[in-house]
Structures are given as C-alpha cells and as structure tokens.
C-alpha cells in the first residue's frame, strides 16, 4: 500500500465522520414514538457510534500497516448500518413507500459525497441502498417508484466517477505539495547546518590563524630582534654576511606568514581599509626607495613618473595601496635579469572631481608570461609553474591578495606581456580629495631627556623577547625593568613611577588584558601610564581587545626597532601632558606623596641615589599639583 491509499483512506474516515453525524438526528425524526421504533433506533445508535469510533481511530494516527484490518472494521459497520436503514424502510411498509424513497435517496447522496475517496465502496454502498428499494417497489407494482430508484442510482453512480476522479487528482496535488514542502524544509535545515559548520569552520579557522601567528611571530622576535642588535656590534664581513642572511631568513618567513593572514581576512571580507589624507607620491617614492638596494644588487635600473598635476592628498589607505605596489614591485624586479623597472602614476576625476581614480602601472623588462599562465596568476597559491616556486619561492598568495586589495579599492588590475619581452601590470584605485597634509616635523634624536623620566616596564614572560625588547630600549637611552607576567607587573607599578609599559598579551598567571584592566581600575601612582601591547596577535579582534582593555598603542611582533622608538617618542610625551593635566582629588595626590618619600628613603638607605633622582623628580610633580590645588 502507497502513501496515496493511506491518504485516501484518512480522507474517508474524516468524510464519514462529518456525514455520519447527523444520521442519528434524522433517524430519531423518522421512526416515531412506537417501542419497536425505540428498539430500532438504540440498534443503530450503536452502529453509529461504532463506526465514528472507528473513523476517529483513523484520522489520529493509525499507521500503514493496521490501515487494512481498520478497512475491514469499516466496511462492516457501514454496510451493517445500511442493513438497518433498508430493515426500516421494510418495516414501514406501503403505507409511507413516498416518504421513505425520497428519505433514503437523501441518504444515498449525502453517502456517496462522504463515501466518494474510495469508488468501489462507494458504489458498492449506493448498489446497497437504492437496488432492494427499486425491486421492492417493483414488487408492489410501483413501476414509476422503481425506475425513478433506478435512473437515480445511475446519476449517483456517474457523480461518484467524477467526484472520486476530481478527489484523487486534488489529493495527489496536495501530497506532492506536501513532499515539495517537507523536501523545502529539509533543504532549509541543511543549508542552516551547512551555515553552521561552515561559521564554526570559519571561527576554528580564525582561532588557529590566530594562534599560529602567535607562536610564529613570537620566536621570530627573537629570530630578527637579536639578529638587528648583532648587526650594531662591531662583526668581520664573513660575520656580518651569515647576520644578514639570518635577518633576511627571518623577515622572508614573517612575509610569507603575513601574505597567509592577509588572504585569510580578504577571503572572510575583515579587512577594513583606512580613510586618511595621504600624498600618493610620497608613497610610491617610499616603496621605490624600500625596494632600491635589491634593484641595485641585480643592476637593474628604478624609473619613477608622476605627472605634476598629481593631487598632493588623497584620503584613502595608503597603507593598502603601498601593500599592492610593493607587491608588484618585487615580483618585477624579481622576474627580471636586465634592463629596468619602471612605475608610472596617472589619474583621473571621476564624480565631479569628488572622486579620483589613480592608475599605476609597473613595467619590467623581464622573462614576460607565457599566454596559457596568464588567467592562472591571480588565483590562489598558484604561480606560473613549479620551476617558478622551486627557484623564487613564495606562497602564490601575492598576485590574489593584490586582486582583493585592489577591488577593495574601487579599482580593477589587469597585465600585458610578451615572452622575452617584459611584463606591464597596472592596476587603478578610487581616492577622495583631501587636504594638504602639514609637513611632518623632524624627528629628533631619541634620549631619555625627550621623556619623562624615560622608564620603561617590560612586560613579556618570552626571556629571549625580554631581552630584544630591552636591548633596544636601553640602547636608545631608556631605563628598563622586567616582569614576566601581569601580577608581577602590577606589584612593580605600585612601587615607582613608570612612563610607559610594554605590555605583551599573551602571558601565564595574568594575561596582558587583565593586567591592564586592574591598573586603570586602581588608585596606583601608575593608573595613568602609557600602555603599549606588543604582542604576536595582529588581527582587527585583537586591536580591539587591546583597547577594550585600556591599552593606548598596538605593535606588533616580531618588533622592529625603529617602528617601537617613533612610537614611543610620539606618545610618551602626548600621554605624560594629558596625566598632568588631568584634575586629581587632594587625598589622592597626598597619598602619592607619601608612598614616594618613603621610596627615596628606602632608595637613599640602599644606595639607589640614581633611582631616588628619578622618584625625587615624581615627587616634585605631585608637590607642583598640590600647590595648584590648594591655591584653587
């Protein structure tokens, strides 16, 4: 039995069970008052309730397989009923022949609209309820009584046809709907399972980026922070060449590990482009510049054209357009034995000159690219063959980060190349109009009278990360201390004046953002200090843990010397006016006085007279804002 049958059969106890509900108060209407009537009518009462059970039964859920035994049941209570309405119409006799023929062709047709989902029981029942009652007529020389039965019986048998016909197509209709429906749903809960895993898989993803740069970056410090202080001590040139070598080792593995981080955010769509002034050519003269030693060890020779008429600001993220030509730059000169590399910029106004296009485009005279590998480049850790990865290395991430980057952008990229001939690569980028940035001052030397004080907390649980970090800070003439986590640094803090605290994030006891958090929440003479995370976590999520946090600056590891001495002498001073002019209460500013006399005690007692100077000149501050207060 199919899924149809079933359906039909339900359709049929639900027909049956409406129909069937008024027989009872037509057949009370019919019989009388006389006792056999009541008999009579009890008799079928029971029949009818039987048959209601049985349909019931049906439509709350009988399953397929007790559906032939319910047909049996249901069979034989109908035609038990049928029984007892034909008994009646014989027990009434001649004397109401009219009114019972008009009475039981009114129940053959409410019978076959009920019965009409299944046509052989239908006809079966309609044969069962008119056939006797014409032959009787016939029987008792009522031709016309008989043939009228009969011409009915026929009418009814043909609407049965048509109606179960009309049924069964509505019927097979509504279960494809049905099937179409349940198909939809299933289809709808897969794709919210498929969307599930695949937001887990993108966060799994993320967090094992995240941690995989995290435990690359973090011996890499190491690798090329070390390598830069061996650099700046006195080396033969056989020394000298295996330091360099180390360091360019070091920064080609940190390339290849930031060309994988940078595809992940543009794959996952993360990556937020900057909306700054900038000077366009001065960002191109600064990738030239960047990449003028390699050009030079190859002897090659760097060309640059810029028209004159090339806005001196535009507002977007130079830092994305830098990333793309020096991208381009490298595989040029990379690609190319002999000759030149040349970058030339063009723009255009677009929008009523509210929007300018820039076109760059990068042409070397290098091996060209072969017509078949040339719709293979900007896909995904492909290049142009394996000999291409074996002699020059490289993910194949470049040509399709600069693809993403560029579309980010507003702008599309394209090439031109002939074989033996060279390559043109070009590449266009919207801009706004800004105004003219104002002329960065000059940088003074870093020392420690260009701070205050010019005390640093290190805060890193890496021994050999505690020593880059140091090295390079006392160099440039700063005072350093260490702590390997962030309880022990919050113990420091409480105990001497800091200017600023290098703050790694990742660390066990206390974690960097922790330690943070507590510092800003105390009432340490500290509270205010500049925090820098320096940390192997460079994501757009972590920034903002780090300002969550309280931290002031981000830098990123492996830490580069000069990037950590330009932001240092940049905020210190910009952190150390803002703490000055912040308004304190008296009670507090006493406090700190106090716990600083007694630390040039402690210091005097134990012969630190050079730290005492430095706490005796914190001291002074406070007195400075006490004097003010109580002059208020």
Known sequence: ??????????????????????????????????????????????????????????????????????????????????????????????????????FTAGLAAGGSNSLSSDLKLCQGFLTAMLMPFAVWSLALDLPHVSAASTLYWLALMGQVNVNYEFFQSALRDNLNLRKQASELKAARHLAEESARLAVAADQAKGAFLTTISHEIRTPLNGVIGMTGLLL?????????????????????????????????KLEADKVELE??????????????????????????????????????????????????????????????????????????????????????????????????????????????????????GGTGLGLAICLKLVAAMGGEIGLESALGQGTSFSFTACFGLGDMPAAPEPTAPLTVAAVRGGRILVVEDNRVNQQVATRILEKAGYNCDVAANGLEALQALKNLPYDCVLMDCQMPVLDGYEATRRLRSSNSINAGVLVVAATAGVTTEERKLCQDAGMDDFIAKPIQAHKLLELLQRRMPERNEAVQARPASRSVLVEEAQKLAEQVEQMLASGETNRAAEVLGELERVHQQLQTSFAA
Not at 57 to 69: D, Q, T
Not at 319 to 324: A, E, I, K, W, Y
Request: glycine content about 8%; proline content about 4%.
């Open 1 to 102: 039995m199919n899924e149809l049958a079933l359906h039909s059969g339900q359709a049929l106890a639900q027909r049956s069970c409406a129909g069937a509900a008024t027989y009872p108060i037509l057949a009370a209407l019919f019989v009388g008052s006389s006792a056999g009537g009541i008999y009579w009518f009890l008799l079928f009462l029971g029949l009818w309730a039987y048959r209601y059970w049985l349909c019931n039964h049906l439509i709350h859920g009988l399953n397929e397989s007790g559906y032939r035994a319910w047909k049996r049941q249901f069979v034989i209570s109908l035609y038990a009923n049928v029984a007892a309405w034909l008994a009646l119409t014989f027990w009434h006799g001649e004397s109401r022949i009219l009114e019972t023929a008009l």
């Open 232 to 264: 700046d001590t006195p080396l033969h040139k056989e020394q000298r060449e295996f330091a360099q070598t180390i360091r360019k080792s070091g920064e080609a593995l940190l390339s290849l590990l930031n060309d994988i981080l940078d595809f992940s």
């Open 275 to 392: 909306m700054v002034p900038f000077g366009i050519r001065q960002v191109s003269e600064d990738v030239l510049e960047l990449v003028s030693p390699i050009a030079q060890e190859r002897g090659l020779q760097l060309k640059f054209d810029c028209p004159d008429d090339m806005p001196a600001s535009l507002i977007g993220d130079p830092g994305r357009f830098r990333q793309v030509l020096l991208n381009l730059l490298t595989n040029a000169i990379k690609f190319t034995h002999q000759g030149e590399v040349a970058v030339r910029l063009e723009h255009s106004a677009l929008q009523e000159g509210s929007i300018h296009q820039v076109r760059c485009t990068v042409r070397d005279t290098g091996c060209g690219i072969a017509p078949e590998v040339r719709s293979k480049l900007f896909r995904p850790f492909t290049q142009a063959d394996n000999s291409t990865t074996r002699q020059y």
